[in-house]
């Protein structure tokens, strides 16, 4: 057995929505495992400030870009950008996502499906759904030119496999019309990701590439201790995830350690939706 299979050492890792919660995560993640992190996110001085954290910390050599992933020459000149000062793409994290506030204007609440306006259907489906094709078309494309291939991962969710329990939204004394909900779109995108990952897996697979998919739970990040406390019961390990918790199976997915994984969807989510 290779005891180094798990490292990245040298590899050109690109991770959309870097700058955001998870993004984060995912880049130490890379660069702890000798992976160079190619950060994008919107704001140029996000990334950098992660960037110059990165090499100081792991002793790599991240750099990051403002790309917006739903803007198709934004990607194109991208591509010719890091290939020009990297020579070359390994793997791709296609992680970003629009975070859109579960908002009211305490007449009606616009998570809501009745309420829900097609300008924001657009706007989640052309980052998530859209942006995540633009990805895989241009940075998918320029791995698939590797003699020896790469790794694409696609960020899920557990709500990519089941649906939303709206009754964990749920305010007390408040009538329906105001009642949060999770959007539809978010169950639209993380299951149109299942099945961009299952085709993206056959699709340059004779050029070495595979693609995966890891659908993780939520992660405790400050919520509500009634929202805890309520989810948690869904859960068999009972608690939500740790923000550092989907780092294995990422470096895992990117890395000779999964050589021979390819389409798979890899729920990371306590066993919620074993149950
Ligand atoms: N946080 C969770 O509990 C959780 C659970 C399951 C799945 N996920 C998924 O993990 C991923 C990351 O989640 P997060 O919590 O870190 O979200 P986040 O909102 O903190 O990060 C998303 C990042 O994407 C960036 N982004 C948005 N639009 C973009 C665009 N057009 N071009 C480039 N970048 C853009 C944002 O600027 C942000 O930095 C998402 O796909 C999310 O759905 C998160």
């Known amino acids: ?4 299979m798990f490292r990245l050492d040298g590899k050109i890792v690109v991770i959309t929505g870097a700058a955001g919660f998870l993004g984060r995560m995912h880049s130490e ?46 990607i194109k000149d991208n591509v010719k950008l890091i290939t020009k000062d990297f020579g070359q793409i390994d793997c791709l994290i296609n992680n970003a996502a629009n975070n859109p506030k579960m ?22 489906v052309s980052i998530g759904l ?5 990805c895989a078309k241009y940075y998918g494309f320029q791995i698939s ?24 939204y749920a305010k007390k004394n408040v009538d329906l019309h105001l009642q949060p909900v999770k959007p539809v ?8 990701l299942i099945g961009l990952t299952r085709y993206l897996s056959t699709y340059w697979i004779d050029q070495n590439v595979r693609c995966n998919a890891i659908c993780p739970g939520g992660v405790e990040n400050g919520q509500p201790s009634d929202f805890l406390n309520e989810v948690s019961l869904r ?19 990117l890395s000779d350690a999964s050589s021979y994984l390819n389409g798979a969807i890899v ?3 306590g066993g919620r939706t074993a149950w």
């Not at 908002?103 to 097609?118: I, Y």
């Not at 779109?185 to 149109?192: C, D, L, N, P, R």
């Not at 859960?235 to 997915?253: D, F, N």
């Open 1 to 4: 057995m290779k005891k180094d």
């Open 267 to 269: 729920p990371v989510d």
């Open 130 to 134: 859209t942006g995540t094709f633009l």
């Open 29 to 74: 993640a890379v660069a702890s495992f000798g992976g160079i992190p190619i950060l994008i996110d919107l704001e140029q001085s996000n990334v950098d400030d992660l960037a110059n954290e990165l090499n100081e910390k792991y002793n790599v050599t991240s750099c990051g870009y403002s790309v917006d992933i739903t803007n198709e020459q934004n």
């Open 235 to 253: 859960i068999p390990m009972k608690r939500l995830a740790k923000s550092h918790e989907y780092q294995g199976t990422l470096v895992w997915m």
């Open 103 to 124: 908002e009211d204007d305490g007449q009606v609440n616009f998570s809501r499906l009745e309420n829900f306006t097609l300008e924001a259907w657009n706007k989640d």
């Open 185 to 192: 779109t978010y169950s639209v995108i993380k299951s149109g």
């Open 145 to 168: 030119k590797n003699p020896n291939g790469g790794s694409i991962v696609n960020i899920s969710s557990d709500l990519g496999l089941i649906a939303p329990d709206q009754r964990l």
